[in-house]
Structures are given as C-alpha cells and as structure tokens.
C-alpha cells in the first residue's frame, strides 16, 4: 500500500516542480556576449587606451575600464607580463607584488 501511495506522490511532485519555471539567464548571457563583442572578445590591457580600471579590490587581477576606447570592457592588470619585484611600488615577496599598481600580480 506504501508502495502505491509513493507511486501516486512522485509524479505530483514532479508536476509541481516542473510548473515552476527557471531561471531565465539568457539575456543576461547575450548581454555578455554583445559586450564582448565590443571588446573584440577579448581582455584588453589595463594600461592602454585611456582604460582607467577599476578593480573589486586591491588584489583583483581583472577589472574594467571606466574610460576610453574600451569603456566597459574587461581588463588584466598584470597586462599578461612579469617585471621585476622592486619596481613600480611593487614591494614583491615570493614572487608576488605586495603593492602598487600591479599588487597582485607575478613578478621577478
């Protein structure tokens, strides 16, 4: 009889949870993508183009450009590069500037 009623029970459950609908992300993914677009689909350097980045905090090594040619796109701070610990504020220990303007990022 228990057997029955489970029986009885799944199927209503599983009407019930597919009445409700998901999440729509798709605009938000074609959003995404229609920004991208414009930023040549790629992630520009934070030191070109007049990009003024913002960052989440001080140690976030992909921000986005509040200015310039690339307003809005993403952008790497480190610029894909290594340079030396000692330079630009960097402050590096273990290979990894402590400050600066590159804070964050590999160095040598």
């Known amino acids: 009889m228990q057997l029955l009623q489970f029986l009885v029970v799944i199927p209503a459950i599983l009407a019930a949870t597919s009445a409700v609908p998901a999440a729509d992300h798709t605009v938000q993914i074609r959003e995404e993508m229609s920004l991208m677009a414009g930023c040549n689909n790629q992630v520009g350097r934070c030191d070109?183009?007049?990009?003024?980045?913002?960052?989440?905090?001080?140690?976030?090594?992909?921000?986005?450009?509040?200015?310039?040619?690339?307003?809005?796109?993403?952008?790497?701070?480190?610029?894909?590069?290594?340079?030396?610990?000692?330079?630009?504020?960097?402050?590096?220990?273990?290979g990894i500037c402590q400050s600066g303007k590159y804070q964050g990022c590999q160095c040598n």
């Open 48 to 94: 070109k183009n007049g990009c003024t980045p913002k960052f989440a905090n001080a140690w976030s090594l992909i921000g986005y450009c509040t200015k310039g040619t690339y307003k809005d796109c993403p952008c790497d701070k480190c610029n894909n590069q290594t340079d030396k610990c000692s330079k630009n504020g960097c402050n590096g220990s273990r």
